[in-house]
């Protein structure tokens, strides 16, 4: 499977898949990234903006600076922008999963969960994914879980057990409540959007 993204730098990026077994609606898959290279350019330009939500971080920051009027209000403002808490496995296996979902199946995010953070370290309860895929005239809501392991094992143990990557898929397909809360998270965020009519 290769994809190469529409952006201002084209890039290739192979994976092959590793394991990956059906649970009736539910289906899980492990891809390993073919070549090093190409999944370090990936994850550099590709991924790490999503990661970092550049798009929104930029408007903010240039919105900020427009408030300063002051050498002093320049210069906390500027103390402000430099301080970064460093980036978790996890965010990056999030970040990255967004990324491949959009490029090789036309998953659409109408919103990066990295806005609704309220700390730097926060991790977000509910599903890690929620999106959309379109497949002619039908739009399915996608809800999905992430897992970042650097274990060797394929699967890796962190798909199984009380805690693992099944049983919280199997939550998220049989949890109404889930489902509610997640629409009532997604309608506002998509409300006079271009995402709206999905």
Request: proline share 6%; hydrophobic share 35%; with cysteine.
């Amino acid at each position: 499977m290769s994809c190469y993204i529409g952006t201002a730098v084209t890039v290739p990026l192979q994976l092959t898949q590793c394991f990956g077994q059906n649970y009736g609606q539910v289906k899980y898959e492990g891809q390993r990234v073919v070549n090093a290279h190409e999944c370090h350019t990936y994850l550099e330009t590709r991924v790490n903006p999503r990661l970092t939500d550049q798009e929104n971080v930029a408007q903010v920051e240039a919105d900020l600076r427009d408030l300063a009027t002051t050498d002093m209000e320049t210069e906390t403002i500027e103390r402000l922008l430099r301080s970064t808490s460093p980036v978790k496995p996890w965010e990056v296996g999030e970040a990255m999963a967004e990324c491949l979902l959009e490029d090789f199946y036309g998953v659409i995010w109408p919103w990066n969960m990295e806005r609704d953070k309220r700390t730097p370290r926060a991790s977000l309860p509910g599903a890690d994914l929620v999106g959309f895929w379109q497949e002619g005239d039908d739009v399915y809501l996608v809800l999905g879980e992430v897992k970042t392991s650097e274990d060797i094992h394929t699967p890796p143990n962190n798909m199984t057990g009380r805690s693992g990557m099944i049983k919280q898929l199997e939550g998220l397909v049989h949890n109404h409540k889930l489902h509610f809360c997640l629409m009532k998270w997604l309608s506002p965020r998509c409300k006079g959007t271009r995402f709206e009519p999905l």
